[in-house]
């Protein structure tokens, strides 16, 4: 795993995978919103897009402001936050996403977010192939369980994105 001082994060912005009350309960490790949270203070002086799954049928993943589906209090999106929303796995799905992306004329994206081997790993492999740098905070993503988390954090790094640990976020702050 890479340190956070070897980073040039350049012109970045913070992108969170779909951090909502039925997800959170998937995910394999509940320190998850403590490592997404330092990673947004940290993180605090650029660009937030918050991403969330909202079901296409009927009911309660399908209404935004349902406890299943809302985002968790500790990340909700503040009011300069870009809110991007999908009814599948991969964000950049939506065509709204990348348009976000374009309009901050960011070069790096640094995700957190649940699940690590789908919504996360699905994310992070779209903004590669658009040409973002892509940095995925490990301890700032869950997935179902710790050895599918680990799976899918070195089939990341296989594919040449940066995975770094929020331990040390010093790169974050310049």
């Not at 309960?25 to 991403?51: E, F, K, N, W, Y």
Request: with cysteine; charged share 20%.
């Amino acid at each position: 795993m890479q340190e956070w001082e070897s980073l040039d994060l350049g012109a970045a912005a913070l992108v969170e995978i779909d951090f909502q009350g039925w997800i959170i309960g998937l995910g394999h490790d509940p320190a998850v919103i403590q490592g997404a949270v330092a990673v947004r203070q940290a993180m605090s002086h650029r660009p937030r897009v918050c991403t969330r799954y909202l079901d296409p049928e009927p009911g309660p993943r399908a209404d935004p402001l349902s406890p299943e589906a809302s985002f968790d209090q500790r990340l909700r999106p503040g009011p300069d936050d870009h809110v991007v929303t999908k009814s599948g796995k991969d964000i950049f799905a939506n065509p709204e996403m990348a348009a976000v992306l374009v309009g901050l004329d960011v070069t790096t994206v640094v995700i957190t977010g649940l699940l690590t081997e789908h919504g996360v790993a699905l994310a992070a492999a779209s903004a590669q192939a658009r040409g973002y740098h892509v940095v995925v905070v490990a301890d700032a993503c869950a997935d179902f369980t710790a050895q599918s988390h680990a799976i899918a954090l070195d089939a990341l790094a296989a594919a040449g994105l940066t995975v770094v640990s929020s331990a040390t976020p010093s790169a974050l702050l310049r």
